[in-house]
């Protein structure tokens, strides 16, 4: 695993588990920003950020916002979820996932994960929908908690993309929205298309660890003209435009990205096929440096996919927790810095009354995957020595 970083085992440095690569650009373009005072939510930047990021996930609209949390709530709302409804989550994610749910209103239902994505799992999802729904009027309830379960929302973990087919045909069977939790799959596809393009909306995160940042920022993608204009509404306070009038038509949010944050952003977006292009050829290093260790699975995107390889993750199949944790403390020794995946969302305390179907998978993968170090930059060197 060392040799597949470069690293000889005696390096007293951290190796971070993603670190930013900033291109020189991002100095010019944040200097741009603080010449000419344009640092806030208004600012060419952001126009610019959101029209090349549409661009290059192939959607119609992009919609920057403050962070991916934000932008998931943003989407559910559009969604239709608020007070009393349900949304179906997958017991493994980030908490913001669920957080954002309920920020909007309304209560996750999780549903177990598929062995090889590590993403909401099809299969487990219509067992869970035939268990528990049962369509009135046209719309689809819970009839054990007598809730209407209003969207779906899987999320491509570490990048890879789940059955996205698969889902959509469930989704749409029980006449439930599906929105794409895309926060860590920026540049992914699944048969060709872009992670983030097969649902009504999705979130994207530009947070500090992931493979593009803003600092902090987000961003709705969708291809329907009505969202996307009610989502930049809603995200701006709701300000009607006017030459100098200040009004507002319903209680909207501050949500808007602001123009230093789209600057740096913007940089990066520049050089995604490199920045991608390094995260496979990490990941082809990891591949070689593990082949032949039975023991060890790296995951690897499925055939009909193409991951951004966001974090590789390698799994010791039938560990333990205990055993898990020897490991991850050798390699905190060999100054790697790694992680284990969340813990599931329905072992949190406030998420733990949550309805669920079975959760096996989820909870096998969390005692049984390490997350290693992936930043671009072990890759290949684009990190300029910038000078201003
Ligand atoms: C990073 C992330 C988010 C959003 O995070 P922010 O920090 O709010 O930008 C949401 N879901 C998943 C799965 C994530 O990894």
């Known amino acids: ?51 090349q990021l549409a661009k290059t996930c192939s959607v119609k609209h992009a919609i920057a916002v403050v962070n991916g949390t934000t ?23 980030f908490v913001a996932t669920a957080n954002a749910v309920c920020h909007a ?24 929908l035939d268990e528990v729904a049962e369509i009135q009027n046209g719309i689809c309830f819970n009839r054990e908690t007598g809730r209407p379960i209003v969207a779906v929302c899987p999320m491509h973990c570490l990048g890879t993309p789940c059955d996205m087919h698969g889902l959509l045909s469930v989704a749409k069977q029980w006449g439930i929205a599906l929105i ?6 920026l540049g992914s596809t699944h048969c060709g298309q872009h992670l983030g393009t097969f649902g009504v909306c999705s979130a994207l995160s530009f947070n500090g660890n992931k493979l593009l940042t803003t600092g902090g920022g987000g961003a709705i993608l969708t291809d329907e003209d009505k969202l996307a204009e009610r989502a930049r509404h809603l995200t701006s306070t709701a300000k009607i435009p006017h030459k100098w009038e200040s009004i507002h038509d319903e209680i909207g949010w501050n949500f808007r990205m602001p123009n230093l944050n789209a600057a740096i952003g913007l940089a990066q977006l520049e050089i995604l ?48 927790l205990e055993e898990r944790d020897s490991v991850m403390e050798l390699l905190a020794r060999k100054k790697l810095q790694c992680r284990p995946f969340w813990k599931p969302l329905h072992q949190l305390p406030m998420f733990e009354n ?15 995957c390490i997350l290693l170090p992936s930043s671009p930059v072990l890759a290949i060197d684009i990190q300029p020595t910038h000078s201003i």
């Open 180 to 185: 794409e939790d895309a926060a860590e799959a």
């Open 1 to 51: 695993m060392l040799a597949a970083l470069g690293k000889s085992g005696s390096e007293t440095e951290l190796t971070l588990l993603h670190e930013p690569t900033l291109p020189e650009s991002a100095w010019s373009y944040a200097k741009e920003c603080l010449d000419t005072k344009w640092v806030s939510s208004a600012g060419a930047f952001v126009t610019d950020f959101e029209n």
């Open 105 to 128: 209103g309304g209560v996750p239902h999780f549903i177990d994960i598929d062995k090889q994505r590590n993403g909401m799992s099809p299969e487990a999802l219509s067992r869970r």
């Open 273 to 320: 096929d490199e920045l991608i292009a390094a995260k496979r050829l990490l990941h082809e290093r990891y591949r070689k440096s593990l082949s032949g260790l039975s023991q060890f699975v790296l995951h690897e995107e499925p055939k009909d996919s193409q991951s951004n390889y966001w974090l590789n993750c390698v799994e010791f199949v039938g560990c333990d």
């Open 71 to 93: 932008a998931l709530q943003v989407c559910f709302s559009l969604a239709g979820v608020q007070q009393g409804t349900e949304v179906l989550l997958p017991g493994l994610s």
């Open 354 to 368: 949550c309805p669920r179907g079975s959760l096996q998978v989820t909870d096998a993968k969390y005692e049984n």
